[in-house]
């Protein structure tokens, strides 16, 4: 949060040996961090659902050969197949069921750590399986194709949504653009902002209220990407 707008308006004076214009893009610079860890966490949970959802199909061929769940999930650690990082969380559920821990307990701990909706969903399926009785096997395989079935929707709503997240990331490049053309080909329009204290508490108070604005538009926008 301090790194990015000190290192941007610091890179901006050197290169311009301008305040003004180095302390407009540092109140910018406020909003990497937020952005760029957003994308990064978006981009990790897509990855980790497909790869779970993988791992699952796998889980449920095992299953359907007759093997115990524990010896399943070990399978599933074992695939070359799935991703590291999956089976690394699988280790962790074939752990806890080789020390007592019951099946229910071990996928709900799963759940908890990775945060996944889809890992919640197999949890509580898991968990009503072992209430009402059903075969294990069948309930996997429905439960990793309803998570397929969830992944692909998520892509065609994506593809509906294309050009309403260009015009959002539009919507956010173009006060950056016009400041910067302002302050090359305006001055007149930009330096009364920091003539005066008052006035220049006046620009931060507008540039957050852009910063905010896009923030709550982009929540909405992705709120309904997910439907919720």
């Known amino acids: 949060m301090l790194g990015a707008p000190l290192m941007i308006g610091l890179v ?8 003004t214009l180095s302390l407009i893009l540092a109140l910018f610079g406020l ?17 980790f659902d497909e790869r779970y959802a993988r791992a699952l199909r796998s889980m449920a061929s095992s299953l359907r050969s007759n093997q115990t769940i524990l010896q399943a999930i070990d399978d599933v650690c074992k695939n070359t197949f799935i991703h590291e990082s999956v089976q690394k969380s699988f280790r962790r559920v074939s752990s806890d069921l080789k020390v007592g821990i019951s099946v229910r307990e071990a996928f709900n701990r799963f759940a908890e750590q990775c945060g996944s909706k889809d890992a919640r969903d197999v949890a509580a399926a898991i968990t009503m399986q072992h ?6 096997a069948q309930v ?3 439960i990793s194709q309803s998570i397929n079935d969830r992944i692909m929707a998520r892509k065609e709503i994506k593809a509906l949504f294309a050009d309403t997240t260009m015009m ?12 910067i053309g302002l302050y090359f080909g305006a001055p007149q329009y930009i330096t009364p902002y920091f003539a005066l204290p008052m006035m220049t ?5 507008l540039i ?10 982009r929540r909405m926008a992705r709120s309904a990407k997910e439907g919720s």
């Open 140 to 142: 996997i395989s429905n």
């Open 201 to 205: 508490i006046l620009f931060v108070g």
């Open 208 to 217: 957050a209220v852009t910063l905010v604005g896009s923030f709550v538009i």
């Open 12 to 19: 901006c004076w050197l290169f311009t040996m301008n305040l």
């Open 168 to 179: 959002i990331t539009v919507m956010d490049i173009m006060p950056v653009i016009i400041l």
């Open 31 to 47: 909003a990497v961090p937020e952005v760029w860890i957003r994308m990064t966490a978006r981009k990790q949970k897509k990855l």
């Open 131 to 136: 209430e009402v009785g059903g075969n294990e």
